[in-house]
Antibody, heavy 118, light 106 residues
Framework: QVQLQESGPGLVKPSQTLSLTCTVS??????????WSWIRQPAGKGLEWIGR???????NYNPSLKDRVTISIDASKNQFSLKLSSVTAADTAVYYC??????????WGQGTLVTVSS | DIQMTQSPSSLSASVGDRVTITCRAS??????LNWYQQKPGKAPKLLIY???SFQSGVPSRFSGSGSGTDFTLTISSLQPEDFATYYC?????????FGQGTKVEI
């Protein structure tokens, strides 16, 4: 059974960098040919895809966030990570990690709330 | 970016009703369309992928159809556990984008 779990600070100050990690269990992040994505959802609003990393380490980002986003993979820890720089209150959201690709996101983490506030 | 537009934004229905939600893409996405169900405080759950393929474990009352720009999610007989928000998502091209959601209420 594939499971994903987000971890990281729940509170980040404005202008700082948001850092989250997704730990994958039940699957090897390096052996399976999947995309590993970050998705966020502000309270009461819809879903926004942030970006993805492939098992090879190649990445694609949402242009709306591209200059601020870095997604990386750490196969030795079976994790992938999100860094979002220069955050503002508009980045306050529940952040999800997910596995998927063309056939949709079949596995999701439970989500972690990140609040940007001083 | 490919824009995904769902209608309606919300609907009221009763147990046993047939419910239809539509999703329209701003350009052709072939069959690269996925449907999710989200309940409050929970992560979305994949219901349908590739427009009409069932994700494992999804009840057969859910079905999807369409191709190109117009897609439909149908719940044949609404059950109490189906009251939730539904999202479509295109996986044709990055950035992958979602519809704004359709809230199904009692």
């Amino acid at each position: 059974q594939v499971q994903l779990q987000e971890s990281g600070p729940g509170l980040v100050k404005p202008s700082q960098t948001l850092s989250l990690t997704c730990t994958v269990s039940g699957d090897s992040i390096s052996s399976a040919s999947y995309y590993w994505s970050w998705i966020r959802q502000p309270a009461g609003k819809g879903l926004e895809w942030i970006g993805r990393v492939y098992t090879s380490g190649s990445t694609n980002y949402n242009p709306s966030l591209k200059d601020r986003v870095t997604i990386s993979i750490d196969a030795s820890k079976n994790q992938f990570s999100l860094k979002l720089s220069s955050v503002t209150a508009a980045d306050t959201a529940v952040y999800y990690c997910a596995r998927g690709g063309g056939p949709g996101f079949g596995y999701w983490g439970q989500g972690t709330l990140v609040t940007v506030s001083s | 970016d490919i824009q995904m537009t769902q209608s309606p934004s919300s609907l009221s229905a009763s147990v046993g009703d047939r419910v239809t939600i539509t999703c329209r893409a701003s350009q052709s996405i072939s069959s690269y369309l996925n449907w999710y169900q989200q309940k409050p405080g929970k992560a979305p759950k994949l219901l349908i992928y590739a427009a009409s393929s069932f994700q494992s474990g999804v009840p057969s009352r859910f079905s999807g159809s369409g191709s190109g720009t117009d897609f439909t999610l149908t719940i044949s007989s609404l059950q109490p556990e189906d009251f939730a928000t539904y999202y479509c998502q295109q996986s044709y091209d990055t950035p992958w984008t979602f519809g704004q959601g359709t809230k199904v209420e009692i």
